[in-house]
């Protein structure tokens, strides 16, 4: 029961030529027009089309319109209701969930006789609904187009009627040319066109058909509409598999057939022997051969081997349609429709080897995009620097992660076990930077880090040495002296750093220490004159230069020097800090791994650094010119800040291996993940400052923060182990403990440990006790439960030290301690020996020739333990301070009160 | 979503009154085997097939016995019988017992959906039991019909008497076909096949239709097949693991159309549109973990969700993440490679980092800001990539990706490897 329309078709098709597809004179309502979809697809169809769209509907949304830049779109309830209101229409298009699709249909067609197309966008529409929906437009005489297409476009009409064909800018796409397009993919409709306007042939008539079970609009219907019309000379015929559209097909001009999906089949099941009847057969091997067959060619066209007739050509690869166009109209005399656009060569707009050196045909160059892409990038490249989205960052973190089947830290993704290979300096740039400093970069963060680590006649060593002497612990000692480091002790050079920063952002230059021609910089300098000169005297400045300029090249750090120069020689102390850090963070912004914001503060948490360094020695060590014994002038060139840390702590040189020993412990500490009382802390002072204006968090804050959380348990556990290790070998006569000729018998003193232990644990178990004392530094919840067992991370370490020829007493008694527990049979296995241990014996170590001299207290063990490990942690803390005022939300810390617990 | 075999089929018949032979699941007793054949003289015996299993008539899959040492045998035969049926496998768990029924008229039907005709037809022979495509043109009759009205006795009829039928059959099965519409077009299906209908001799002699053998397929648009109520389990094996997690995430918007490809490929490749995926399917082959078609515009959150699961399954595995489509359309390229960048970022924060190549082609609305939101998180992550425009052909962005793939199988995961310091 159909209607009676052109052609001979068994059923109805109502359009004669092309041309009639999609016309000026058509007029358009949308069924859900303020729905998502629509609502951004359809004002630009509107426009584009010279305002064809008469009204839209949208059940209860009478009244409201859709703005478009040719008009309101006024909205209705329904079609009765616009139609009432004296609008004319003959095209609907429907952006209907699937449900409705059908409703939509049969309103359209029952309240409108003059509907001649319906254009269906929805995907999804069930087959029962399509093959109803159709026998319903056959019936009236309606073109039926979609479901899950994209609707017509005609470039000669300047029409696009339905969906997004040509995207938000459709005159890219649709160029007016000869060919016309009929395609499965709404995508490659576009795509398509694209393409051909490579070699110079642009189109008519688009048609994307969807690729439902019933195409609506199908190949034969396109191909007699294509051959009465005039202006199209060839078709373009996008196939997939599935279904005999494209069967016995003909055309009285060429056609190129592209069929695409092979591999396809594979993913299909057929259902039973009526799959074969009506739905397989019709695979892309069967429709090539349909399309061979027409064309009378043997093989596909491909550049290499291009086969093709007059009739046509068959490709599988769209990127050779324009190619097989171009060959095929040239047999049937016909040129291009204009000069080709542009190529369809690999053309790379974004790259990053990441520092890998990739074979030459996989390296391919970035190159600037075409218009208008490349003004967007060129517009993105002057956002300098990493641009973070701010996200809830409690319980989270961008900086640090423990790896749960390891049990190893890391930070900025690298291991905390690689991490302490590296110098403490190194580690405390690298948790701001995310990059670790070269050998140069070393250098000048050791001036930087050193030249503020004297605290001598400052506010925060008074402070420090006020809360000391009443009895506080070594965090509660540094967090009083770092509330005295405020922004405006550092304003200067962080104005500094901010002025080199607006004066070189957009400069060519990515490497500070490679020579750079900065005269352009030098000449709009002066505004930023305030920050990069000294406002009086600054004696520090030329020698702090001096050293600088050893160190070897940075164009910052020569820039300010030529500044003041050129400006009455003011040299600024400052703004040579500033230049340092902003050569130490320069690759990192350069490579967005940190915003610009982060460069600038990285001169404040420098100052913070030194302080915390500097104010955990006791006043007594500082004097004017030097810190314990060692002259100013001698320690802020020549030392790192790892061995001034050292000598800071203890009052005295390290040996060699002291010295790795140190560095390596400083390493350990320095993460366990965000969910660390520490970084809790510290992330939660940043919460609370609100770090969506970054401007106001106060870093200082942020590190007492992370110095309130940690407490005698947590940082000052250390010494728990130390206290134990001191109880087994006080009074041994152990002098040295890198001794191995200590004549000590370490299994005999293990198994009495052990024995001893066991007696007190079956004591202990007998009066119903099972919150007995537990030994320091063995056994691990994840390391555990093999014959033998290991911390992977205590392996690594000794591992470490064993090829330095370091040895430690203490290591080696806690793995004989292990040992006899499990002989004494108070353990099942042998435990591992911790990560805390090696924490705890290499710190004994150190001090354990003074503790046996007498030069130091048990307290002071303690109090160096506890020190040691706010070192070590600052680092960690640095990065998560960083991280989350560079990424986190306000108060974005805080826990909802539906989930916290009332338990009194 | 497809039914095989009468043990489900006999159900489904009986909501429309069709008779049926009586079929009995794998829980039979011995006795109740050697009952059923003392009833019915002889049994078939049949796999227990859950989802699609293609065509299985000459794949030897059915046992004709008539006595319980036979059945025993063919029960142990069939009971994890494996069929192929192209590329695919499938492997029973179970088998049916179905009484025999004397006849000696066998008869094809079927109700599906033409391409050709563009409406549903019905096809019908009463040289039926075969393999229905060998039969010639002559010997059966495919009858379109409209869809408001449905299948009609006249249609079977006129096809019958065309056919040449006995006249015998015409009167029982114009009676009985037409109620099979009824199943079809009520409960969503887009095939509907009872192969063979034996047509058992009665009362007086007349002539019933017995449905000796079912499959139907489903459309999955379609919620009507809901009503049937039938166990998820019966369409599991028609869905990996992957498959199912992701298509709980189907609306019809589309964006969760995924198949596993390979599960031991090493190209992730997340595609946008159709044209795309059948291109991206094609040439991949059996590099590529999954076959996707995200396109659509699919919202944040959504393709956030997909991205997580996709690559919770495939990265691990992978060499390559492949992010590929045409020049969109409509969907918005920023909020999909927002989505993607953070599910990737994500990944690397939940599993740590692990060797990845990321090589990109699109185009569409705001491409521009999409490849750069992804660009400084995968410099973030440091992990090396190249981003194609649309105005690179997309075949051979693809075959950059396979050479990629190809270096990282060759050292290049290595390399990349020391370089994120895994």
Not at chain 2, 21 to 36: Q, T, Y
Request: glycine share 10%.
């Amino acid at each position: 029961m159909h209607k009676k329309g052109v052609g001979d078709f068994p059923f109805y098709c109502g359009i004669n030529s092309l041309s009639e597809l999609a016309t000026k004179d058509d007029r358009v309502v949308v069924l859900n027009i303020l729905g998502k979809e629509s609502s951004g697809v359809t004002p630009i169809s509107n426009d584009y089309s010279g305002g064809n769209i008469v009204f839209g509907t949208g059940p209860g949304k009478s009244g409201k319109s859709l703005m478009t830049k040719s008009g309101k779109i006024p909205v209705y309830n329904s079609i009765r209701e616009g139609l009432d209101a004296g609008h004319k229409f003959n095209t609907v298009v429907i952006y209907l969930p699937p449900s409705g699709v059908k409703d939509g249909i049969a309103e359209a067609v029952k309240e409108n006789p003059d509907l001649t197309k319906a254009i269906i966008l929805t995907e999804k529409v069930s087959v029962k609904d399509s093959r109803v929906m159709r026998a319903i437009c056959q019936a009236n005489g309606v073109d039926l187009f979609g479901g899950n297409c994209l609707g017509l476009a005609d470039a000669w009409n300047h029409v696009r009627l339905g969906g997004a064909l040509g995207g938000n800018a459709p005159e890219e796409s649709l160029v007016k040319g000869t060919v016309a397009l009929f395609s499965n993919s709404g995508n490659f409709t576009t795509t398509i066109a694209v393409y051909l306007t490579t070699a110079g042939w642009g189109t008519t008539t688009s048609v994307s058909s969807g690729k439902d079970v019933y195409i609506q609009y199908g190949a034969k219907e396109f191909l007699y509409a294509f051959d009465n019309d005039d202006r199209s000379k060839v078709a373009v015929m996008y196939s997939e598999p599935g279904g005999y559209y494209e069967y016995g097909l003909k055309s009285d001009k060429p056609i190129v057939a592209c069929v695409v999906g092979r591999w396809k089949a594979r993913l299909s099941k057929a259902c039973g022997h009526a799959g074969s009847l009506a739905g397989s057969g019709d695979d892309a091997l069967a429709k090539e051969q349909w399309f061979m067959d027409y064309f009378g060619v043997d093989g596909i066209y491909t550049p290499q081997k291009p086969i093709f007739s007059k009739k046509g050509a068959l490709v599988t690869n769209i990127a050779h349609i324009p190619e097989a166009v171009s060959k095929v109209m040239e047999l049937n005399g016909q040129k291009p429709d204009f000069e080709p656009k542009g190529s369809l060569a690999l053309k790379s707009w974004f790259g990053n080897n990441q520092g890998l050196s990739l074979p030459p045909e996989l390296d391919i160059p970035v190159v600037e995009a075409a218009n208008p892409y490349n003004e967007q990038i060129e517009a993105l490249n002057k956002m300098v620097g990493a641009q973070h989205r701010r996200e809830t960052l409690k319980d989270a973190s961008g900086a640090s992660m423990m790896d749960p089947k390891t049990q190893v830290s890391k930070i900025h993704s690298t291991s905390i076990l690689d991490a302490s290979l590296k110098t403490f300096e190194a580690n405390l740039v690298f948790a701001l930077t995310r990059v670790y400093p070269c050998e140069y970069g070393e250098k000048i963060a050791n001036l930087a880090l050193n030249m503020y680590v004297n605290q001598h006649g400052q506010p925060t060593l008074a402070a420090a040495q006020a809360a000391r002497e009443n009895g506080n612990s070594p965090n509660t000692v540094v967090s009083s002296a770092v509330a005295i480091c405020g922004k405006k002790m550092v304003q200067k050079a962080m104005d500094a750093s901010n002025a080199l920063l607006e004066l070189f952002q957009f400069s060519k230059m990515n490497d500070p220490r490679e020579k750079f021609d900065y005269a352009e910089q030098l000449k709009s300098a002066d505004k930023y004159k305030d920050a990069l000169l000294a406002d009086g005297e600054d004696h520090c400045a030329e020698k702090l230069a001096t050293c600088l300029n050893s160190a070897g090249h940075s164009v910052f750090v020569q820039f300010v020097q030529d500044y003041a120069k050129a400006n009455g020689g003011k040299l600024s102390t400052d703004a040579l800090f500033a230049a340092v850090w902003t050569t130490l963070g320069w690759e990192a912004l350069r490579t967005k791994k940190i915003s610009k914001g982060t460069l600038g503060r990285l001169p404040w948490y420098s100052r913070i650094y030194s302080t915390i360094v500097g104010v955990s020695a006791p006043a007594e060590r500082f004097t004017e010119d030097s810190i314990a014994g060692v002259k100013l002038e001698e320690l802020i060139p020549n030392y790192s800040f790892t061995k001034t840390a050292f000598v800071t702590l203890l009052g005295r040189q390290p040996s060699e291996s002291e010295f790795y020993e140190f560095q390596v412990l400083l390493g350990l500490i320095i993460t366990n993940g965000p969910g660390t009382i520490s970084a809790q802390g510290c992330k939660g002072a940043v919460s609370a400052d609100g770090p969506e204006q970054p401007q106001r968090v106060q870093l200082n804050k942020a590190f007492i923060g992370f110095l309130t959380h940690t407490g005698f348990a947590h940082g000052g556990n250390g010494y728990e182990a130390a206290a134990f290790l001191i109880e087994n070998f006080k009074g041994k006569g152990l002098k040295n403990a890198a001794d191995t000729g200590h004549g000590l018998d370490l299994g005999a003193m293990a198994m009495e440990v052990a024995n001893n232990y066991s007696d007190y644990k079956k004591k202990q178990k007998a009066i119903g006790n099972l919150d007995y004392a537990k030994l320091p530094c063995v056994n691990h919840p994840i390391f555990k439960g093999k014959d033998v067992n290991y911390d992977p991370r205590e392996v690594f370490v000794q591992g470490l030290f064993k090829d330095k020829g370091i040895n430690n007493v203490f290591l080696d008694f806690y793995h004989s301690l292990v040992e006899a527990l499990f002989k004494a049979k108070v353990s099942k296995n042998v435990y591992c020996v911790n990560i805390d241990a090696v924490i705890a014996v290499i710190l004994l170590k150190v001090v354990w020739a003074d503790f046996n001299d007498g030069k130091m207290k048990e307290e002071d063990i303690e109090s160096a333990s506890f020190a040691t490990f706010l070192f070590g942690r600052m680092i960690g803390c640095a990065a998560e301070i960083e991280d989350h005022t560079s990424r986190g939300k306000n108060m974005d810390t805080r826990t909802p009160a539906s989930k916290c617990s009332y338990v009194g | 979503m497809q039914i095989t075999g009468m043990l489900w089929g006999r159900k489904l018949l009986d909501l429309v009154e069709f008779p049926h032979s009586e079929v009995r699941g794998p829980e039979l007793s011995v006795d109740e085997i050697k009952d059923m054949i003392k009833r019915h003289g002889q049994i078939f015996i049949k796999p227990l097939f859950k989802g699609g299993v293609g065509k299985k008539g000459k794949a030897g899959l059915m046992g004709r016995v008539d006595n319980i040492t036979d059945a025993l045998k063919e029960k142990e035969r069939l009971y994890f019988a494996e069929h192929v049926d192209g590329f695919n496998k499938v492997k029973s768990d179970g088998v049916t017992y179905e009484g025999g029924v004397p006849a000696d008229f066998e008869v094809y039907f079927s109700i599906s959906e033409s391409t050709e005709h563009r409406c549903p037809i019905m096809t019908i022979t009463h040289h039926g039991g075969v393999d229905i495509e060998e039969l010639g043109e002559d010997k059966l009759k495919v009858v379109p019909f409209d869809a408001l009205t449905g299948l009609k006795a006249f249609h079977v009829s006129n096809a019958l008497m065309e056919l040449g039928a006995p006249t015998a059959l015409i009167s029982p099965l114009v009676q009985n076909l037409p109620k099979l519409w009824d199943l079809y077009n009520n409960y969503g299906m887009l095939m509907l096949e009872l192969n063979p209908i034996r047509m058992q001799s009665g009362k007086g002699g007349r002539l019933a239709p017995v449905a000796c053998d079912f499959k139907c397929a489903f459309d999955q648009d379609d919620p009507a097949w809901k009503r049937l109520n039938l166990p998820s389990h019966l369409f599991a094996s028609d869905y990996s693991e992957f498959e199912q997690e992701i298509n709980q995430l189907r609306t019809y918007q589309g964006q969760s159309d995924v198949f596993v490809m390979n599960d031991k490929g090493t190209i992730t490749a997340p595609t946008f549109g159709g044209g795309a995926n059948a291109m991206v399917t094609e040439l991949l082959g059996e590099e590529a973990t999954i076959s996707s078609d995200f396109g659509g515009n699919p919202p944040y959150v959504k393709m956030n969700d997909i991205s997580r699961i996709s690559f919770k399954y495939w990265l691990p595995q992978s060499n390559v993440l492949f992010i590929i489509g045409g020049k969109a359309n409509n969907t918005d390229i920023y909020e999909t490679f927002r989505a993607m960048g953070d599910g990737l970022r994500e990944f690397f924060q939940t599993h740590g980092p692990i060797p990845l190549f990321v090589v990109v082609g699109r185009g569409g609305p705001n491409v521009i800001r999409g490849m750069n939101y992804l660009q400084e998180i995968l410099d973030s992550l440091g992990i090396p990539y190249r981003f194609f425009g649309h105005d690179s052909a997309m075949s051979e962005v693809i075959n950059y990706a396979l050479a990629v793939n190809e270096w990282m199988k060759n050292g290049g995961k290595d390399e990349i490897k020391a370089k994120l310091k895994i």
